[in-house]
Antibody
Framework: QITLKESGPPLVKPTQTLTLTCSFS??????????VGWIRQPPGKALEWLAH???????RYSPSLKSRLTISKDTSGNQVVLTMINMDPVDTATYYC??????????????????WGQGTLVTVSS | NFMLTQPHSVSESPGKTVTISCTRS????????VHWCQQRPGSSPTTVIY?????PSGVPDRFSGSIDSSSNSASLTISGLKTEDEADYYC??????????FGGGTKLTVL
C-alpha cells in the first residue's frame, strides 16, 4: 500500500524559505519507473504543479517557479524535499506530494500521479 | 506551454449523465496523456481516469474518459450520477518535456 505524507511549517514569514518534506512508504525511489511530485492549491483555487523528481534523479520544475524551487530525494530515508525561496503571501496554499507512476505501454511513454498525500497547509504572513 | 480550459461548474440530477470538457489551447490533445482527478470537499485529489480513458482499480465504470481531436479536447463522463460524485474535477496533462499542466477545475453539483 502506497502512502505519502507531507510535513513542514504551517506558517512562514514573507521572504523566508519554505522547506517541505514528503515521507512515503510502499515504494522506493531507487526503483525504476517511479517519481514524486509536488502540487499546490491556494484556498478555493485550482491545483498547480510545482515540480517532480524521478528515480534516476532527473528533475522537472514549473517554468514560472523554477528560479525559486529545489527538489531533492533521500533514497535511504524514503523522503523527498522541496524548498521554495522568497515566500510571498500569494504562496499560501495546501501543498501536496504525489507518487508518480512512469511506464511504457503500446510503445509509448506514460506517467501520472497515482497516489496523493493528505496535503499540508502553509500560510505566508508576517 | 499550453493551457487546459474547463467549465467552471456543471450541475445535473442524480441518475443522469454529465460530461466535463477539457480543451487544450495549443498542440494536439492526443499528443500527451490526459488524466482526471476528483477532489471531494476537504479531501486530497484521487485519480479517476488516466491515459485518456483508463480507470484505476476501484473506480466505478460509471466514470469514463475520451478525447476528441476535432475539438482538441478531452472529456470526463459520469453516468448514473450519485450525490457522492459531487466534487471538483481536474484534468491534467504534460508536454514533451514532462512539464505538467492542470486545468482550472470544474465543480460538479449533483442536485
Amino acid at each position: 500500500q502506497i502512502t505519502l505524507k507531507e510535513s513542514g511549517p504551517p506558517l512562514v514569514k514573507p521572504t523566508q524559505t519554505l522547506t517541505l518534506t514528503c515521507s512515503f512508504s510502499g515504494f522506493s525511489l531507487t526503483t525504476a519507473g517511479v517519481g514524486v511530485g509536488w502540487i499546490r492549491q491556494p484556498p478555493g483555487k485550482a491545483l498547480e504543479w510545482l515540480a517532480h523528481i524521478y528515480w534516476d534523479d532527473d528533475k522537472r520544475y514549473s517554468p514560472s517557479l523554477k528560479s525559486r524551487l529545489t527538489i531533492s530525494k533521500d533514497t535511504s530515508g524514503n523522503q523527498v524535499v522541496l524548498t521554495m525561496i522568497n515566500m510571498d503571501p500569494v504562496d499560501t496554499a495546501t501543498y501536496y506530494c504525489a507518487h508518480l507512476l512512469c511506464y511504457d505501454s503500446s510503445a509509448s511513454y506514460h506517467e501520472y500521479f497515482q497516489h496523493w498525500g493528505q496535503g499540508t497547509l502553509v500560510t505566508v504572513s508576517s | 506551454n499550453f493551457m487546459l480550459t474547463q467549465p467552471h461548474s456543471v450541475s445535473e440530477s442524480p441518475g443522469k449523465t454529465v460530461t466535463i470538457s477539457c480543451t487544450r489551447s495549443s498542440g494536439s490533445i492526443a499528443s500527451n496523456d490526459v488524466h482526471w482527478c476528483q477532489q471531494r470537499p476537504g479531501s486530497s485529489p484521487t485519480t479517476v481516469i488516466y491515459e485518456h480513458y483508463q480507470r484505476p482499480s476501484g473506480v466505478p465504470d460509471r466514470f469514463s474518459g475520451s478525447i476528441d481531436s476535432s475539438s482538441n479536447s478531452a472529456s470526463l463522463t459520469i453516468s448514473g450520477l450519485k450525490t457522492e460524485d459531487e466534487a471538483d474535477y481536474y484534468c491534467q496533462s504534460y508536454d514533451s518535456t514532462n512539464h505538467w499542466v492542470f486545468g482550472g477545475g470544474t465543480k460538479l453539483t449533483v442536485l
